[in-house]
C-alpha cells in the first residue's frame, strides 16, 4: 500500500456563489439543436405528398414533412428550397428504404427531384394568391 510522506494542505474553501446568469439578451448562451422552423417547412403541415412513389406512399397529408435533397455534406442539409413535401413513407424511401427495393440511386434521385419541381410549383402558387 502507498502511504503519504507529507501531510496534504488544505486549499481555501469554495465561496457559495449566485447561480449563472443568462445572456443580456434573455437566451441562453447554448445553441439549440433542434432545426429552425422556416415557413417553407412550417408550409408542409396537412400539404399532400408530391413525391408519390408508386407503391410506396400511403398519402396521409398529417404524416407529410420537407424531405431535403441529399448530398449537401456530413451533417449538413440542403436548404428548403431544395426540398419536396413527403409524406412519412416516400420521405422513408428516399432516406434509405429504396435500397432494398430494386431501384438504382438514380432513379431515386429522379423521384425526389420530381417531387422538388411539385414544391416548387406548390409554393408558388401559395404566395400568388
Not at 29 to 56: F, H, M, N, Y
Not at 64 to 74: C, E
Not at 110 to 127: A, F, M, N, P, V
Request: proline share 2%; net charge positive; with cysteine.
Amino acid at each position: 500500500m502507498l502511504t503519504r510522506k507529507t501531510r496534504l494542505r488544505s486549499k481555501a474553501q469554495l465561496k457559495a456563489r449566485s447561480p449563472m446568469k443568462r445572456a443580456s439578451s434573455g437566451r441562453s448562451t447554448l445553441k439549440s439543436k433542434a432545426p429552425k422552423q422556416s415557413k417553407i417547412r412550417l408550409s408542409a403541415k396537412d400539404e399532400q405528398c408530391l413525391v408519390r412513389v408508386l407503391g410506396v406512399c400511403n398519402g396521409n397529408s398529417a404524416t407529410v414533412v420537407l424531405a431535403h435533397l441529399n448530398g449537401a455534406g456530413v451533417g449538413m442539409k440542403s436548404p428548403d428550397w431544395q426540398a419536396a413535401y413527403a409524406c412519412s413513407a416516400c420521405h422513408e424511401f428516399l432516406d434509405g428504404g429504396y435500397a432494398d427495393s430494386g431501384i438504382w440511386r438514380e432513379q431515386r434521385d429522379l423521384l425526389h427531384l420530381q417531387g422538388i419541381i411539385r414544391t416548387q410549383e406548390r409554393l408558388l402558387y401559395k404566395i400568388s394568391r
